[in-house]
Structure formats: C-alpha cells, structure tokens
C-alpha cells in the first residue's frame, strides 16, 4: 500500500486516499512506483489536487465513478459488481474517464464541483449521467451556463426539479473555473429562478379543475431575484398580482400550489413582501395594490418596490401594476420620516443578529451586504426622483449610477464594488458547499480552510491562506461599514429629500418659479448663476444639479436669498476646478447647508473665504470649529514668521493668512452656534469668542514684533513690549476691534540712544500689520498712551513712571484697569504691570472729586462720542445700558476698592462684576441686569458686524440687516428683538446708575 505522505503532498489528507486512487479504486495511482499511473492520470491527480478541497473532489469523483459503474451494471442485466469500495471498470467508467483525459474543460468544471459543492456531488452520484452536461461542445465552447432550463416532455415535478439541478450545475461550474463573473453568474441564477417559476406556474395551471377559467395573474420577483442578483440559495420573494375579483380564486390556487412545487423544486418562495405580510391575502387585486400602497404602505415597502420587475404569469399584468406604483415609490423620500424610517430599519436588521453571529455575518452584520444595499437604496429613493438613470433593480447597476451622476464619490462607489463582490463571493461559496441557506463566515479551523481555498487563497511567505482570508474581509467590511454610515446618514440625504421632486428638475421655467416662490429678489439673474453652475453634462455640473435645489432653500431662509446664491457663484468659481471642492460639499457631513448659512447670513466671513478658499475645509469637523489655544497659536503663528526670516513682507503675509484662517475659524463658529442641527458640538458664546479673538491679536502681534526687531533692532540688550489695553486687554475683543496697545522699551545699562531704534521697531510693526494685502488689516490703536497722539509712540518703563508720577489723570489710571503684558520681553511687561497696579489701584481707593470727575467724563463721552445721528438706545457700545455703561460701572468699583480687594484686580468686565458681588458691592439683580445687557450689546455688536461685512455699533430698528443679525442669534421675530434689546438695556441702564451714584 502507498504510504500517505506521497500523495499528502496533493492535499489529500484521508489515508485512504491511496486505496480510492488505487488498483482498487480510480486507478490513477501506481503503488508500486509510488506516482501518477500515467500521464492521463497525473493530470487527473493533478486537476483533484487544485479543488477547494482536495480530498472531497477525490472521494466525491470515486462515488460518482462507482455509481456510474453500477447503473450500467444495472441497465445491462449484470448484478452488483466488486466488493465494498472496489470499482471494477466497465464501458461506464471507461467513458467517463476517457471523457477527463480528453476534455481538459471537462476536468476542471467537474474536478471543481465535486471539490467545492458536496450537494451537487450528490446530485451527480444519484444521477451519474449528468456528467456529461458539463462536457465540452463540438465547437469548442463550455455548456451553456446562463440558467435555461432544458425540459424534454411532459411538464412534471421530478423533471423541473431534474432540469433546474442540471442549469444549476452548469453555472456553478462556470462559476468555480472563472469562465465567468459575479454579476453574470447573478444573472444566470436570476433567470433560472425566472424559468423555474414561469414552469411552476404552467404545472399549478394544468392542475386547475377541468371548465376552470385561466386567471390573470402576474407572478412579479422582488428582492435580490427582483435586482437579477439572486444567490445560489434564497428565499425568492414575490408578489401576486390578479387583475380582478374574478381571478382571485383560481390565481390564489395557482399562487399556493405554485409556491408548493418551487419547494419541492429547487427553494421556498416568499411572498410576505406583499401588502400586510403573511397576515394579509396571499393574492390581491391590481386595484387592491393601488390603494393600500396609496394610503397604508410604509418606507420599507416602497424601498422593497425598487426591485420590483415582472418574473412570470401574466407578464403585462405585472408591468402594468409596477408602472402604477412607480410615482408612489418615486416620491416616498418627500415623506418626512422616509428617510429616518430606511436607518432604523436597518438598524433593527443588526440588532436582530445574534450576539454570537455578528461578527460573522457578512449579509447582516456591520459591514456586511446589507450596509452597501441599504445606502444605495436610500440614494436611489432620494435622487432617483429626478434621475431615471438611477431607477436600477440591480445594486451593482444603480451604485454605478450613483458613481456616473455624482452622488457617490469615485473612490467610495469602487470602493463599495468592490466590497459587494468580496461579499458575494464568500456568500456564494458557503452556500454552494451544501447548497444551504447560509451567511456565516465558518469559525471551524477546517471550515475556514476550505472557505479560503474555495476563493482562491494560497498561501504567501509568512501568511497562510486563511489569514490572507480574513485581512481581506476585515478590510472591506470595515471599508463598506465607513461608506454605509457616511452615505446613509448623509445630513444632505434628509436636506435633498425635503426638496418637491418638481423643484429638483432645475428646468430653466420650474427654476424661474421656485425661485420666484422662494423670495429671490431677482430671478432672471439667480436663474443666470443656476444655468452657469449646472450648464453642461460634466460631473461637476450634475453634482451642482444635486446639491443647489437644498442650498436654494438653505439661501431661501436667510434674508438676502440673491446674496447667499451669488457668494456661493463666487466660492465655486473659484474652487469648481478643484477635486475635493464638490465633493467635500455632497459626501462632507453638514458642510453643504453650513457653507449656505455662512454666504447668505455673513458678510464678513464670506470675504474671507473668498481670500481663503480652502478655509471651507473647516466646515467638515466640529473639531475645526474649537478655538484654538493661545499657546498653539502663538507657536504656529512665530513658526510661519521663522520660515520668511530673511524677508519681513513675506514674514508678515504668512502670519496675516494664519490670522485670516483663525478669523474665519471663529466667524463660522460663531454664525453656526445658533443653527439647531448645525451648530458644532461645542458652541461658542461672546465670552470665548472675545478671548479667541484676543489670543489670535496676541499671536499676530507676536510674530511681527519678532519681524519687526529683526528689521529694525541692532542693539543687543535693547528691552521691548507691547502693552495690551481696552478689549484686547480685557480679552473682550469683537471682530472689528483694532489693538489697543502700549509699546515700551528699555534701553541697555547706560544707553540713552535706542529711543529711536525702539521707535522703528514700532512703526515697523504698524507698517506690516496695516499695509495693503488680500487679508483684514489689524488696526494698532496707541492712543492710550500718556499724552495720547501728542506723545511719543514709544516710551521706555522710566519715562512712563515719571509721567504717571507727575502728570497721570484719573482716566488713565481707568484705562490702565486693563492693561497686560502681551508679547516681546515678559519681564519688561511684568514690569510694567507692576507699575500700572500702584495707578489703576490706588491706595485708599479714588476721592470724592476723582468719582465726580470720571461721572463728568462719563456724560462727555455720551455725548460728545455719540455719532451724528446715532440712536442711544439702540447704539451698542455707547449707547445706553450698552457696553460702556457697565464697563465704565466696573472700573469705577475696581478704583474705589482694588487697593483693598485683591479679587476685584481682572482686567475682564464680567469677571470684576462677579467679584464685585461677592464682596458685596453691587446687588445681585443689578448685577444680573448689568450682565444681560453688556453680554446682549456684545453679540448684536459682533453679529452685525458678520451681517455688515465691516464695523457698526447701531441696531438698525427694520431692513434686512436686522433680519439677518437677529437670525444669527437665534431667529424669532425682528421687531420682538429689538424690543427685547431695549428692555434688558434700558435694566442694564438702571442699574448702572444705581452703581454709580452708591
């Protein structure tokens, strides 16, 4: 006897391998030579050795040999011939084997069902003449693999059930050898699916009682069988369709003996798709289906509707009955919850998998095939309104649809094609091994080891076959799972749906009306700007024809509709050509409807994306819509200055960008707080917005005043620093706020002569900071400083300390409340803080003439500062109960009681008032109505300015501006607003007064 480990090395791992290809057996082996029996039998051993499983192909062609053998035997009159497992040949075997040695395509489509399919093994040893099925033809060319049924005769069920395991067999052979793809190998079992109903549906006729009237009815494939997608073994779902009353009887006879002898046949037909499930009538009326789907039909019924195609019976009938429903399945997105009903259900298809079969479960599972059908389906519902070309059965078509007209990405529709075809391979091969219902990745060692070899896996240096296996499906589950969830919780999915189906179609008379309906001023020039976004068959074109029926209505909501559509002209004519511009905008989360609520709402923010259009990346993430820190900052900020060292223009433009990108960082953040859905996960309040505002100033000032001493410094030990007061002290700044500032400088020991030096330094760095560039300028304000414009720029820390000693007014030290060190030398600011707190926190407090003098100031201010024409009510810094009514309250407290008060020493105004009432100085109600009324004047202050697109301190009482700035901050009725502006300020006014007169 041969020892094993001969033929081990063909994979057969059965020690009785040696007898089943021995003397006794198949005869392909030579004991004595301990090889091939020849050279027709080597490449028989051969062929067994490539099956999936070696081993299976060699036992299941011994059986098959054998049985082969014994029906001849049988046919000619001879008994049972040999002992137990010995094949004696006769002119059976002998044809078979004449057959292999001769037909090469023979071999392989049989050696490869026999090594991947036990059932259709079977299949062959009960029928050992249908080998030949699989033989080459006369011409040269393998059996016809397209899933006909060949029927000889009468119609009976033994014979449908004969013909269908045949046209199965031969496309799985087709299927195993790579004569063919997944999608045709799809269509093939679709269509003998097809065949194999409309044959059922002849016999269940032919049953009918004898005088019985033929019914009309329409036998129509839903499903994967609807989608020509069909596995090897599915349920194939249908639906009945009679064309009358009078059909009901007999077509439900047809329709349940129909559905018994597809059991009996090849598999169940599932007909619980139709109206009501298995609670309702197997087969309903034409008219019956109009008006359940009219008026009971939920979402999922309709996405079942996508695959709807005539399969058999009454052919018309079903196409008749499909045509009727199209326009119901083809506007179900328009329902609000359409496209919420599409998510849950596919996450109760998850959570209905069990716990121990999640992981394994590639039709179900995260990642499984279910996650690519259910995103393309809900594409399919939600733009196949408009596009015909995407009303597709099929799901591989309809992606590449989806691909070809711009809702899908590229990549990710590749992507997902290629993830459907991994999925379906691995699918088809678990099922075709027992021709069992199965979607579960084995976890038995063996099991997976012939899973692996079944598609084709072999083993690599340093990684066997099944670990090539599972890095593969863990890769494209994991890959369809990303695209499943970016593509069905697509916010622009629920924005596009919402949309009439009508003003989708962007036809230049319907685009005329909606716009005309939705409040553009100026339709004929919006139509213009529709026509150049969308004109043409490009890709970039049919993704505008996607996305501008939302933005119309993102545009629509704001009070400038024609603005908001021509910044988003002007952003995509500068941007259109670029590869991520539109994509970012259809696949980007919520970046589609924020980019809307930023061009039609702000002025301001779009200038600076239109100097900075890549800034538009920063409405993918939340994470981008943080502040960013103020050591972050500073540090990249000095980093872009470092890399221009040898040029100060250069220098000071890469910082000037880097401020711009942060200012619009902030501006968006700002105008999407208020936007429900939109806001990001952490909205910013003025508060924060006042302290990112000055840690961005601070940055800026930073990097150029190292510019700026590099230009102009060339002695060493020269001390130098910028003082921040006002709001960029306070850490209060708003958009339009220039640098309120204090240079001061500290010449070398003995060195009196760096005045001028220090003065360069200073107008160097205003020079940098205010010249002529795509980016805001940064105002730098020095007029705080001793002797105002009079006075030189820059003092040294000695000249502010004799002049504060000497000559310093009480609204000085007021001003110096808000002094910080800001950047250039530290210990020279620390310094100067030092001698600001002996003047802003005087010993002892202020005397009763300083209080009367900072009164008189106060109502010189109000009235000599006011703008000619300018409402006090409604004027947000100076007017009343506004921004410097509270200020000017707090650092009245802070003079008169800092010295003594250590907590009451902040340079920020709501800060000092929450000290005040903890120490008792101001009540609390006071307090609270001081708080409301600065925080309110410091959000319209910034929201107009975000409206305006340039600085302005009045709230307009009507127009657009007023709209619009009341729909920054939360929406609600203009008039009601102003109203509610003039009762919490005219509170705050109160209150302020009361604080100044204690």
């Not at 299941?60 to 035997?73: I, P």
């Not at 083993?459 to 695209?483: I, K, T």
Request: proline letters at 5%; a neutral charge; one cysteine or more.
């Amino acid at each position: 006897m041969t020892r094993p480990s001969r033929l081990a090395r063909y994979g057969f791992a059965e020690k009785s391998a040696a007898d089943l290809l021995g003397a006794t057996g198949l005869r392909l082996w030579d004991a004595e030579a301990q090889g091939p029996a020849g050279t027709d039998a080597a490449e028989v051993i051969h062929s067994l050795s490539r099956a999936a499983d070696p081993t299976l192909a060699l036992r299941q062609l011994h059986r098959l040999v054998e049985a082969a053998g014994r029906a001849a035997d049988r046919s000619n009159g001879r008994g049972f011939a040999g002992p137990g497992g010995e094949i004696n040949p006769n002119e059976a075997t002998d044809a078979l084997f004449e057959a292999l040695y001769r037909d090469h395509g023979l071999r392989r489509r049989l050696v490869a069902v026999l090594g991947a399919s036990s059932a259709l093994g079977d299949h062959l040893v009960a029928n050992p003449d249908d080998w030949r099925v699989l033989a080459t033809g006369a011409t040269g060319m393998p059996p016809n693999a397209e899933g006909h049924l060949e029927l000889d005769g009468d119609l009976t069920v033994p014979a449908l059930r004969h013909a269908y395991r045949v046209s199965l067999l031969r496309i799985a052979a087709a299927d195993l050898t790579g004569g063919r793809g997944l999608e045709p190998t799809m269509a093939a079992l679709s269509r003998l699916a097809d065949e194999t109903l409309a044959t059922a549906y002849e016999i269940a006729l032919g049953g009918l009682p004898p005088g019985a009237t033929e019914p009309r009815l329409a036998v129509v494939a839903m499903g994967k069988c609807g989608g020509n997608e069909l596995n090897y073994v599915s349920d194939v779902d249908v639906i009945f369709v009679a064309a009358g009353d009078e059909d009901l009887s007999a077509g439900t006879a047809v329709a349940a003996r129909l559905i018994e002898i597809c059991g009996q046949v090849a598999w169940q037909v599932d007909a619980a798709l139709r109206p009501e499930g298995n609670r309702g009538p197997l087969v309903r009326t034409l008219a019956s289906h109009q008006a359940y789907y009219r008026r009971w039909a939920r979402t999922w019924e309709f996405q079942a509707l996508l695959k709807a195609r005539p399969a058999a019976g009454d052919l018309a009938l079903a196409q008749e009955w499909i045509d009727d429903l199209a326009p119901l399945v083809w506007h179900a997105a328009e329902r609000p919850e359409a496209v919420a009903d599409v998510r849950d259900m596919r996450r109760k298809i998850i959570d209905n998998v069990p716990a121990n079969q999640l992981d394994r479960e590639i039709k179900r599972g995260p990642g499984g095939l279910r996650d690519i059908e259910f995103a393309v389906q809900l594409l399919q519902l939600v733009h196949g309104r408009i596009d015909e070309s995407l009303r597709s059965g099929g799901t591989l078509p309809a992606l590449r649809a989806l691909v070809a007209g711009g809702y899908v990405g590229r990549e990710d529709g590749e992507t997902l094609l290629r993830g459907y075809r991994f999925l379906r391979g691995v699918e088809h091969r678990l099922q075709l091994q027992n021709l069992r219902r199965t979607h579960t990745v084995p976890d038995d060692p063996e099991a997976l080891k012939w899973l692996a070899a079944a598609l084709g896996y072999t083993a690599l240096p340093g990684r066997n076959a099944v670990e090539a296996f599972r890095s593969d499906w863990v890769g494209h589950a994991a890959q369809v799972r990303r695209l499943h969830v970016k593509l069905l919780y697509r916010p622009l999915l629920e924005s596009v749906a919402r949309v009439p189906a009508e003003a989708l179609r962007m036809t230049p008379e319907s685009a005329r009306k909606r716009l005309e309906i939705l409040g553009f001023a100026d339709p004929a020039g919006a139509l213009r700007h529709l026509q150049a976004l969308t004109g043409g068959v490009t890709r970039t074109a049919a993704i505008q024809r996607t996305l501008l029926p939302m933005l119309l209505q993102e545009f629509a909501d704001a009070p400038e509709p024609d603005r908001g559509l021509l910044n988003y002209r002007d952003v995509s004519d500068k941007l259109g050509s670029t590869p991520w511009y539109l994509r970012l905008l259809r696949d980007g989360g919520p970046v589609a409807r924020r980019l809307a609520r930023v061009l039609s709402l702000s002025r301001y923010a779009t200038d600076l994306l239109t100097r900075d259009p890549e800034a538009l990346r920063l409405l993918a993430d939340d994470a981008e819509l943080v502040p960013r820190t103020r050591q972050a900052l500073i540090e990249g900020f000095a980093a872009a200055a470092e890399r221009h060292a040898d040029d100060a223009g250069k220098a000071t433009a890469a910082v000037r960008a880097l401020r711009r990108r942060e200012l619009f960082r902030l501006a968006c953040a700002d105008i999407l707080s208020k936007a429900g859905d939109l806001a990001p996960g952490q909205p910013i309040d003025v508060n924060r917005l006042g302290m990112a505002l000055s840690d961005v100033t601070d940055a800026t000032l930073n990097a150029v005043l190292r510019t700026a001493r590099a230009a102009k410094s060339g002695t060493p030990g020269l001390r130098f620093a910028i003082i921040g007061m006002g709001r960029l002290g306070g850490y209060e700044m708003s958009y339009p706020s220039d640098a309120d500032v204090l240079f001061v400088y500290d010449p070398p020991a003995g060195d009196a002569s760096t005045q001028s030096e220090a003065h360069a330094i200073a107008e160097e760095l205003r020079r940098l900071l205010t010249a002529p560039a795509p980016d805001p300028p940064l105002g730098i304000d020095a007029d705080l400083r001793p002797e105002g414009r009079q006075g030189p720029l820059v003092r040294s820390l000695g000249a502010y300390q004799q002049y504060y000693a000497r000559w310093s007014k009480v609204w000085e030290a007021q001003a110096l409340l808000r002094a910080r060190f800001v950047c250039g030398d530290e210990s020279l600011g620390r310094e100067f803080e030092s001698l600001a707190d002996t003047m802003r926190y005087p010993s002892g407090g202020l005397s009763r003439e300083q209080v009367i003098e900072i009164r008189r100031i106060k109502a010189r201010v109000e009235t000599e500062r006011l703008p000619r024409g300018a409402d006090p009510n409604t004027h947000t810094k100076l007017g009343r109960g506004g921004l410097s009514d509270v200020e000017w309250a707090v650092q009245l407290i802070q003079l008169r009681h800092a010295y003594a008060l250590p907590g009451l020493r902040k340079t920020r105004t709501l800060e000092a008032l929450s000290e005040a009432v903890a120490a008792g100085l101001v009540d609390k109600v006071d307090a609270a109505a001081m708080e409301a009324g600065w925080t309110l004047a410091a959000r319209v202050r910034n929201a107009l300015t975000l409206v305006r697109g340039r600085p302005t301190d009045q709230l307009p009482r009507h127009g657009v501006e007023l709209a619009g700035t009341v729909q920054l901050l939360g929406g609600g009725d203009p008039g009601e607003f102003v109203d509610r502006y003039l009762r919490l300020t005219r509170r705050s006014r109160a209150a302020m007064e009361r604080v100044l007169d204690s």
